[in-house]
DNA sequence: CGGGTGACTTCCC
DNA sequence: GGGGAAGCCACCC
């Protein structure tokens, strides 16, 4: 069985280019829901080597990571395509749902 | 086992 | 929109 890290990481790495989630809806689509404070963790851990961590933002479109490093995360959206408007990233136009449902939350973590 | 911590979220004022 | 309180859960001491 995949652990939490495998878990959360698959289901980051569904996130397209140019397209964000929040800690939130990541921990919900990987099957921990209410659990958006792992996601964090497993996020800033060594593991997280590869995957797209910049696209999980806070609730409502807000970057949550601190000083340099958040800017960083900023700077790496507009990048890839992703609207702000304010100090928030336009979730009407650039959020990503999962697919929910059995069947596709299994294709999210596998 | 208890207590502190955090890239969280939601509700309320 | 800022700020506090409560709920949340893995990790570390």
């Given at each position: 069985m995949a652990g939490y890290f495998e878990n959360i990481q698959a289901v980051v790495r569904r996130?397209?280019?140019?397209r964000a989630s929040t800690y939130g809806e990541v921990a919900r689509a990987a099957g921990?829901?209410?659990a958006a404070r792992q996601v964090a963790w497993a996020l800033q851990s060594?593991?997280?080597?590869?995957?797209?961590?910049?696209?999980v933002v806070g609730a409502?479109?807000?970057?949550?990571?601190?000083?340099e490093s958040g800017l960083h995360q900023r700077f790496l959206l507009e990048m890839e395509g992703v609207a702000f408007s304010g100090g928030r990233i336009q979730m009407n136009r650039c959020e990503f749902k999962f697919p929910y449902g059995k069947k596709q939350r299994e294709r999210n973590n596998g």
């Open positions: 996130i397209p280019r140019g921990y829901p209410g060594a593991s997280a080597a590869g995957i797209p961590w910049q696209r409502g479109g807000r970057i949550l990571l601190p000083g």
